[in-house]
């Protein structure tokens, strides 16, 4: 008996130690991985670019990767290794990035801040709070940032803003009160156009752009589109591209064009656009008819729907989530990501001019913004 | 020592490098044979023995495999709620967001949490809106057992409705013990500590007549929910405090219990639940505040009836409950103010069943239950959907000493309607079989066995959530198939008294499994049947009791569960665990009884998961593992009884998250004081 009893101690203080012992890691940042895609052009004219992975809502996944043109490279994280003490990732939701002088603006949806990075090093420069932000864009030294919220915790607040900071500064300097939650924003001339949508409200779309005077920075009157807009791109002749999202049930989405001399309705398009981005003459557009997606071009100087796709190879029936296009302004290859099933890894293509697909690389969850560095 | 791979030091003296699971199992297995070839020598029946609790959460005779938490054992846990106590069950995952008032739900063996059934005194917590219960509404203040079934009770004599899940959980409240003589019996117990913790209730039982008796209970519990947590990545390091986490939630219960005759039995219960809570977010870069809030009351009257005769027996029940639920987001504001969204639902439930005693070995039952399921929102195109379901049961059951065995098949028929459609039916046939075996003539070691297929039907929130549900989906359909053994001897002599050991293997498969994906259409997210997983599992308990001498007793129990959960879609890579699944977890309970004084351990450990899909870095989640000590102290007091008892939790004040991003708290504590009058 003594001798089992021994027995049972001895197997109990083993599974204990089993249960008990430590295997938890130290916590770190997260890491950083390379791997070579493609033959690097020691010449390339743009030196590479950043790609901004949103991440899944309330994961905190925002991460940046950067793909050297040099060298062929593509490095995952670099955000998070280059400012390992600024947090413990870039954010949730990583909405819009651009370039503007030697600065890197990302625009963190969920996080309620702009990261402003210095565009070579990756390091931070100063982040910028803003609840609820969604799109940027530039014009003489200074950001505009749109924004869902104008004053937190304020039930009549119900309509958004855009946030004008200074370039060298890093702080914002005026406010301007826009339509109900406001997504892109892009400027022609001495005006800011800016796509509401009323996203918060499907009972009661918005259905305009706000048009803002940049000397006074007020909204100087309403450009009646649609419903529930969303995007919005100027081409050089001073024309805006806006998508309108639809209601998602009777309300099909669209494409229109508005003249900016005129301030009225030009143009409409029955595409239902996912993403797009306009590079020199063309706009690239991926779009929806709720079956499959086409990949359309326009010429935006004639505003034709070109008769062409811009993947030739069969590649485009394959994507899942098509989400993410630029396209390189020199070497005209096109960039396009595929989120997948969003809650996975997304990858990117690229394809040259003809629409044959170049290469491929795994990226981080939802890949969406890109920013060109030259 | 490197994740996963522990060194052991075995009596034999040899060093042995093992996986966790692999190590215990051997440990387990080496046991038995040992205590097997042990004489029961005495048969004196001594006092002690009777005072050694059986700390058994073990159903030796069970065809399926179950788990039970009851009395004395249930009280050592010392925990608030029900979802706490269910975490030291094996093969049971948790979720749970953290905090007094976070959200906790049950996955049994990965079949998703919406396919465990909860029962609340014989009759199911239906949720047709999303299809899982919140168990930390569930106080342990009143619990007086915990059953945890997979596949289904051991019954053939129950509602339909008990055989429709892939997994129950059996709560029960406690019946009253009255003294010699007396009639009535008070208990007021209050509990504060971490969070800002005030709990008290008071619970009243008294003795009507002979057979009846009625019951009162009331609960209040407050907590401003506030904890510190880390948020670090090794460089960045801050501690912050969780905020928005504060609860006001009371409970309130009337019953009446009546044995109208030796063979009939009737009851009936009403039951209050109302709360306000904020809801803390997740925390992310930049954003630790939030100020959501949600109100929920939950209301219920149900009853049942029990004849029991020799060849016929007959169970009626009934219920009627209505739920509420109001969430306020003041982020998102619309043309009307802060969005506030408010659900509504009720429900009229009657089941009837009948056992048939054809044979001294042979029953046949059948059960019919019929169910209807109402939900209205102010959400923007609510449809208000409306569900008939009538579930019909024909099950037999053959039974000797040495072999049982019971098979169902179960029907289900689902009528739907919204109000912009005619709707639609679903029409469904399940069978269920299930066998334990005595293969020696000890009865000490069984054999079991069970095979289950069930549908789940689709939630309310799954097929008519605006823009995110869809109508025509499929319910999901999952089969299980596992076997096992369990093994219990209670000894009058030596140090240890008693000990059983159940041991299960296991493999599960879902299809059709609901799953949310991006739509072709635009950036929405829509419900659709295109999941598959595939489970396979081992599951393993042990229990102990120990007799030391005349003043000191030891509980002891190990819980074991190694689970492989790979995602099967058409998509998938291969060998992909699916999220928050791990590969191991285990529980550990050690309780010593000295005189008045109890004094217990207890240990929890959750292996490596992941967050997403993919098995990679970027959504790998540590392993966490939790240490909890408590002391009581019970002192009669002229007849009555005052009972201390003092807790500190995660011991080691380890900062870990179920949910990722939402933190559970470090080191807590709380202080118990009951009087029983």
């Known amino acids: ?374 | 020592m490197k994740s996963g791979r522990l060194y052991v030091l075995l009596r034999a003296g040899f060093v042995v490098c093992f996986k966790p699971g692999v190590a215990f199992f051997a440990a387990m297995c080496w046991l038995c044979p040992a205590l097997y070839g042990q004489d029961t020598a005495s048969v004196k029946r001594l006092a002690e023995v009777q005072v050694i609790e059986r700390t058994n959460t073990i159903n030796i005779t069970s065809p399926t495999p179950s788990q039970v938490l009851k009395g004395a054992a249930l009280q050592r846990l010392n925990t608030l709620s029900v979802a706490d106590a269910i975490r030291y069950f094996s093969g049971v995952q948790m979720k749970d967001y953290g905090g007094v008032g976070g959200l906790k739900t049950v996955n049994l063996r990965s079949l998703g949490s919406s396919q465990t059934a909860v029962f609340y005194d014989g009759l199911q917590i239906n949720n047709a809106q999303n299809g899982q219960v919140d168990l930390s509404k569930f106080s342990m203040d009143n619990i007086g057992s915990i059953e945890l079934y997979n596949a289904q009770k051991n019954t053939i004599f129950q509602p339909a409705r008990g055989f429709s899940a892939g997994s129950s959980v059996y709560l029960t409240t406690k019946s009253p013990t009255f003294k010699e003589g007396s009639k009535d019996l008070y208990k007021a117990t209050f509990k504060t500590g971490s969070f800002g913790l005030a709990n008290s209730s008071i619970l009243w039982q008294h003795h009507v007549s002979n057979a009846t008796f009625s019951t009162l209970n009331a609960e209040y519990t407050h907590a401003n929910g506030k904890y510190k947590f880390r948020y670090t990545n090794g460089v960045y390091d801050t501690i912050a405090v969780r905020n928005n986490g504060d609860i006001n939630a009371l409970r309130f219960e009337a019953g009446l219990k009546t044995a109208i005759t030796d063979s009939s039995s009737w009851e009936i219960k009403g039951y209050l639940y109302d709360s306000e809570r904020g809801l803390p977010g997740a925390i992310i870069e930049n954003r630790f505040n939030y100020n959501q809030r949600e109100w929920d009351r939950n209301v219920f009257l149900q009853s049942g009836y029990e004849w029991c005769g020799t060849v016929y027996s007959l169970m009626l029940k009934a219920k009627y409950a209505n739920d509420y639920l109001r969430y306020l987001d003041p982020d998102i504001i619309t043309t009307e103010g802060f969005s506030d969204s408010r659900y509504h639902q009720q429900e009229f439930y009657f089941s009837v069943a009948s056992l048939l005693k054809l044979e001294k070995y042979w029953n046949v039952s059948i059960s019919a239950d019929y169910a209807r399921n109402a939900m209205q929102s102010n959400i923007f195109r609510f449809v208000n959907p409306l569900r008939n379901t009538a579930l019909v049961a024909i099950a037999t059951q053959l039974k000797w000493s040495r072999f049982d065995l019971q098979a169902n098949l179960l029907s289900n028929i689902i009528s739907e309607r919204t109000q912009t459609t005619t709707g639609k039916n679903i029409y469904k046939y399940t069978p269920t079989v299930a066998a334990s075996w005595q293969p020696f003539n000890s009865e000490a070691f069984r054999l079991r066995g069970f095979y289950k297929s069930i549908y789940r039907i689709p939630t309310f929130n799954e097929s008519y959530y605006t823009f995110v549900g869809s109508a025509n989906l499929q319910p999901e359909y999952s089969r299980q198939l596992g076997v096992g053994f369990t093994f219990q001897r209670t000894r009058n002599s030596g140090i240890l008294r008693n000990i059983s050991i159940q041991t299960d293997i296991y493999g599960n498969k879902v299809d059709n499994k609901i799953i949310a994906v991006p739509s072709l259409n635009l950036q929405r997210w829509t419900m659709q049947n295109i999941g598959r997983v595939n489970i396979k599992g081992i599951e393993s308990n042990l229990q102990s009791g120990w007799y030391v001498n005349d003043k000191v007793l030891i509980n002891g129990g190990l819980s074991y569960t190694y689970q492989q959960a790979y995602d099967a879609s058409t998509d998938a890579k291969p060998k992909q665990q699916i999220p928050y699944t791990p590969v191991h977890s285990g529980s550990a309970l050690a309780g010593v009884l000295y005189k008045n004084y109890s004094f217990n351990y207890s240990f929890i450990y959750t292996g490596e998961r992941y967050n997403q899909a993919a098995n990679i870095p970027a959504n790998y989640i540590e392993p966490w593992y939790t240490h909890d000590l408590s002391a009581n102290w019970r002192q009669p007091v002229k007849g009555h009884e005052i009972n201390v008892g003092a807790e500190v939790n995660n011991v080691f004040n380890q900062y870990y998250d179920v949910i990722t991003n939402f933190p559970m708290p470090g080191r807590f504590y709380r202080l118990k004081m009951t009087f029983i009058y």
């Open chain 1, 1 to 374: 008996m003594k001798k089992l009893t021994h027995n049972y101690c001895y197997l109990l203080l083993a599974a204990f130690v089993l249960l008990t012992t430590s295997c938890r890691k130290d916590p770190k940042p997260d890491g950083e991985k390379t791997e070579t895609i493609f033959d690097g052009n020691i010449a390339s004219t743009i030196k590479g670019f950043y790609l901004l992975n949103e991440g899944n809502l309330n994961m905190n996944k925002a991460s940046l990767d950067y793909v050297d043109y040099t060298t062929g490279v593509y490095q995952t994280n670099v955000y998070s290794s280059a400012n390992p003490e600024a947090g413990r990732s870039l954010g949730d939701v990583g909405n819009d990035m651009a370039v503007y002088g030697s600065k890197l603006y990302i625009v963190v949806n969920n996080s309620n801040k702009v990261e402003v990075l210095n565009a070579k090093t990756r390091k931070r420069i100063k982040q910028i709070d803003i609840v609820n932000c969604r799109y940027i864009t530039f014009r003489n030294n200074k950001a505009y940032v749109s924004a869902y919220i104008s004053a937190v915790g304020d039930a009549n607040a119900g309509n958004g803003i855009v946030a004008e900071i200074d370039t060298t500064t890093l702080s914002i300097e005026r406010r301007v009160t826009v339509g109900r939650q406001p997504e892109g924003v892009a400027i022609v001339g001495n005006r800011l156009y800016v796509a509401n949508s009323g996203g918060y409200s499907p009972k009661n779309y918005e259905r305009t752009i706000s048009v803002v005077d940049l000397a006074s920075f007020t909204e100087i009157k309403r450009i009646d589109v649609a419903i529930n807009l969303n995007r919005i791109v100027a081409d050089a002749n001073g024309d805006l591209y806006v998508t309108s999202q639809g209601d998602y049930l009777n309300i099909e989405p669209k494409l229109f064009v508005i003249d900016t001399r005129t301030e009225q309705l030009k143009k409409t398009f029955e595409l239902g656009v996912r993403t797009f981005c306009l590079d020199d003459k063309y706009l690239y557009t991926v779009n929806s008819n709720g079956q499959k997606f086409e990949y359309n071009i326009i010429d935006v100087n004639t505003e034709t729907l070109l008769n062409r796709s811009f993947i030739t190879d069969g590649t485009g029936a394959k994507l899942a989530q098509p989400y993410g296009i630029a396209v390189n302004p020199v070497t005209k290859e096109i960039l396009l990501t595929d989120a997948g099933s969003y809650v996975n890894p997304g990858t990117l293509y690229c394809f040259d001019t003809a629409g044959r697909r170049k290469w491929s690389v795994t990226t981080g969850d939802i890949p969406a913004h890109f920013a060109f560095i030259f």
